[in-house]
């Protein structure tokens, strides 16, 4: 066995080599051993590099390989290698179409998914029947307390605004505009952005009835 490996690779091969290719059926030491019998046999030829030790098949044994045979072999290589490409070819199409097919959601996952969406469109028929039976949807003593909190909390926080403008003014009116800025930066402050400014000036704020505060239009 270990002669007909060197032979048929016909490169060299260390005795770990050969007993790596036979699975470790061979001890290493017990290859070593056959292997120096078959060269002082002239199966094989030994050959020692520093304190490593190779075999190789004796060359002189080697039948000489004809033109006829040359080119069978070669024919049958380049046969071997249009299989192994259409192959490559075959296995990249197939790991693509696996890779679609592992995307898309199993048969559970989808149906996890259809009683998520028979469950939500319930839900939605439910908050809509009132809409189309024409029931209101908010009684006139809930929009009546919305009101009164609005008008509570909306006073509340006018108040806090305004005791705010006052003693922010009070401290930063010694410092410069841009010490202000970096102390209000510090402190967390957060003022009115643009967006805030059109609120108050909008419909949504605007005074009703004359009176001070504004009441959430309905």
């Given at each position: 066995m270990h002669a007909v490996i060197s032979v048929q690779m016909n490169r060299p091969f260390g005795a770990v080599d050969v007993a790596a290719n036979l699975k470790g059926a061979v001890p290493k030491t017990a290859t070593q051993k056959i292997l120096v019998a078959l060269a002082e046999k002239g199966e094989l030829v030994q050959k020692t590099y520093g304190k490593t030790t190779f075999f190789v098949a004796n060359q002189e044994k080697l039948k000489d390989v004809s033109t006829e045979e040359l080119a069978h072999l070669e024919k049958e290589y380049k046969s071997i290698e249009e299989e192994n490409k259409a192959l490559a070819a075959e296995l990249r199409t197939l790991s693509a179409e696996l890779a679609k097919l592992k995307a898309r959601p199993t048969d559970a996952q989808l149906?996890?998914?259809?009683?998520?969406?028979?469950?939500?469109?319930?839900?939605?028929?439910?908050?809509?029947?009132?809409?189309?039976?024409?029931?209101?949807?908010?009684?006139?003593?809930?929009?009546?307390?919305?009101d009164a909190d609005w008008t509570k909390w909306r006073a509340e926080w006018v108040r806090r605004k305004r005791i705010f403008t006052t003693f922010w003014q009070l401290a930063t009116d010694?410092?410069?505009?841009?010490?202000?800025?970096?102390?209000?930066?510090?402190?967390?402050i957060e003022f009115d952005t643009g967006e805030h400014v059109a609120l108050e000036r909008g419909p949504f704020c605007a005074p009703a009835n004359g009176g001070v505060l504004g009441k959430r239009r309905r």
């Open positions: 149906a996890v998914s259809l009683e998520e969406a028979i469950s939500a469109a319930e839900k939605a028929r439910k908050r809509l029947a009132p809409l189309r039976t024409g029931s209101p949807l908010v009684s006139a003593g809930e929009l009546a307390q919305l010694p410092l410069p505009p841009q010490e202000a800025t970096e102390l209000a930066e510090d402190l967390g």
